[in-house]
């Protein structure tokens, strides 16, 4: 699923200057949840993450981009 893998590579990054610009904790949070099953999973949660906050990291992952 394209969460772990967001949630891995996230984790993979040295920078404290860019993991100060993402929600990092909030990323590898939901990783291990889908990950591990904790609880279940809320595709609630899951299906407004996709709608809501992929789109938000993307701009922000762009603007880091745009910074190199």
Known sequence: MCF??????VNKIKSEKYKLKLPVKDIIGFRNIITHHYDGINYHIAEQTIAENIPQLKILIEEILGES
């Open 4 to 9: 772990v893998q967001i949630g891995e590579l």
